[in-house]
Structures are given as C-alpha cells and as structure tokens.
C-alpha cells in the first residue's frame, strides 16, 4: 500500500512538472502543438501545456548586440575603407522570428550582418571619402538604419539602432594619403 501511495504521488508530480512551465518577465515564448505553431508571445507567468504534446520554446525580449567583424567598402571614389559597426535589435515578433530563423539567434545575426552590410555597400558607394568620414556619418546612420529596419521587418527583428565605430584607411589607401603628405 505505501509503495502504491508512493508511485502515484511521484506520477502526479511528474505530470504536474511536464504540465507547466514559467516565462520570465525577461522573455517571451511560442506554445507549439506537435511542431506546430499554437500561441505567440506568450506573457510572464505560470502556464499550463499538455505534457508530451505541446513544446515551448523561450526568447529574449532584451536588447541584444551584433557586433560585426570589420569589412571592407568601395567608396565612390573608387577607394576602399575599412568599416567596423554595431546594431542593437531585439525580438518584435516572435512568430515572425521563428518562422524566419527558426528560432536560432546566430542565423538571426548572421541575417542582420548581411542586410547591414549591404546597406552600408550601398551607402558609401554614392560617398567620397571626406563625406563619408567628416559630417555625413549621421546621415549614413540615418538612412542605413531606416532601410535595414524595413528589412529586419521580415525577420521579426526591431532594430534599435546602429552606429558605425569606425572608418579606417586600407593599406593602399593609407600609403597614398602619407605619400600625398611627404610631397
């Protein structure tokens, strides 16, 4: 009889284990019935799901850091420079997020760092590289962040913001401008 009381009460706290779950304040999760998309963003708090049928997957609603590698871009001058940046994002919506990334926040990074490029590629390519360095960077800013967060969109994604840390010369362009200096 007690080995019986036993195995029930370990039965009712496995069941009661598998049947809820907890969202922190600093997430949002998506509620899957066999792989399939049930309920999104789903609040803070205690929650119920039907163990071994429902799945729940948590995500981050804190602002999160894509700090890219630096690359190369031609201006239109013809010159290369080097650009190194940062974008702050977050999760907008996380059923367009899952769908699009499958949930998985490098591909989500690796998705960002490509629209960003390109929309740095297209920016510098119609810039000289005095406007580029000097006062049209809040300009670039401006106008990147606009077009990327447009694009993000299919992501899920908000972009906070964006900024670009810095603007190197590359080698060839560096030993120009001090051969330049020397004459």
């Known amino acids: 009889m007690k080995n019986i009381i036993i195995i029930v009460a370990a039965l009712i706290v496995f069941i009661f284990a598998t049947a809820t779950y907890t969202v922190d304040q600093r997430e949002t999760a998506i509620k899957f019935r066999f792989k399939e998309i049930v309920e999104t963003d789903i609040k803070p708090g205690l929650h119920f799901k039907l163990p071994f049928v429902n799945t729940v997957e948590k995500f981050s609603k804190l602002i999160l850091t894509l700090d890219a590698q630096p690359d190369t871009f031609l201006t239109g001058e013809k010159k290369y420079v080097q650009v190194d940046f940062f974008v702050k994002w977050r999760i ?59 694009a993000a969109k299919s992501l899920g994604i908000k972009i906070i913001d964006s900024r670009v840390s810095q603007i190197d010369f590359t080698e060839s362009v560096s030993e120009s401008v001090y051969e330049r200096m020397r004459n």
């Open 92 to 150: 907008a919506d996380v059923s367009t997020f899952y769908r699009a990334t499958r949930g998985d926040l490098t591909r989500a990074q690796n998705r960002l760092e490509s629209i960003m490029k390109d929309g740095l590629r297209n920016e510098f390519s119609t810039r000289t590289i005095k406007e580029a360095i000097t006062g049209e960077r809040g300009e670039i800013m401006t106008s990147l962040r606009d077009k990327a967060s447009n």
